[in-house]
Antibody, heavy 119, light 108 residues
């Protein structure tokens, strides 16, 4: 079955860190660019970061640049997001999403992992 | 960055009715690089349309997309019970990728 499964979310204090993971299965992970998209409670979708299929090129939204780091391990079919210096406004469900070949729309989504930043 | 404005915010309709959702961009979206997603409560978004008018695999043909430049439309010809959800547009022609604020289609 083609799927993405996120993990690693939780409650963290402001200024803290987490590492989110996304396990991919059912497709050739190493052939696709991947991305993280987040959704604050009751709000819309916000693109966070993306990474090329090889991992050699990364992209970030201005809101997270310098605090978040995207990476991937193609041998483990896993995508990561290291989130540092967390703020209350980073509270959201973080979705892992697969990018279509050659285009930057999201054709497969995981179920998400909730990150709550609160003291 | 390209700002996408979706309207209306909420659409109250009955099953069987036609739904017309609008997505307006603050500047031209290159090559009609616009996608639509459907999200139901507690679920992840699901790709419905891409390239403004191409249905994704599994999208019923009652869904259609149109538009170019700055004005795009998602139409649901006859609402089925499973179509009541929130719909988002997304442009992918220009970095950063951006989403509209969503239109909620609710049962009247």
């Amino acid at each position: 079955e083609v799927q993405l499964v996120e993990s690693g979310g939780g409650l963290v204090q402001p200024g803290g860190s987490l590492r989110l993971s996304c396990a991919a299965s059912g497709f050739t992970f190493s052939s696709y660019a991947m991305s993280w998209v987040r959704q604050a409670p009751g709000k819309g979708l916000e693109w966070v970061s993306a990474i090329s299929s090889s991992g050699g090129t990364t992209y970030y939204a201005d809101s997270v640049k310098g605090r978040f780091t995207i990476s991937r391990d193609n041998s483990k079919n896993t995508l990561y997001l290291q989130v540092n210096r967390l703020r209350a406004e980073d509270t959201a469900v973080y979705y892992c999403a697969k990018l279509a070949v050659g285009f930057w729309y999201f054709d497969l989504w995981g179920r998400g992992t909730l990150v709550t930043v609160s003291s | 960055e390209i700002v996408l404005t979706q309207s209306p915010g909420t659409l109250s309709l009955s099953p069987g009715e036609r739904a017309t959702l609008s997505c307006r961009a603050s500047q031209s979206v290159s090559s009609s690089d616009l996608a639509w997603y459907q999200q139901k409560p507690g679920q992840a978004p699901r790709l419905l349309m891409y390239g403004a008018s191409t249905r994704a695999t599994g999208t019923p043909d009652r869904f259609s997309g149109s538009g170019s430049g700055t004005d795009f439309t998602l139409t649901i010809s006859r609402l089925e019970p499973e179509d009541f959800a929130v719909y988002y547009c997304q442009q992918y022609g220009t970095s950063p990728l951006t989403f509209g604020g969503g239109t909620k289609v609710e049962i009247k």
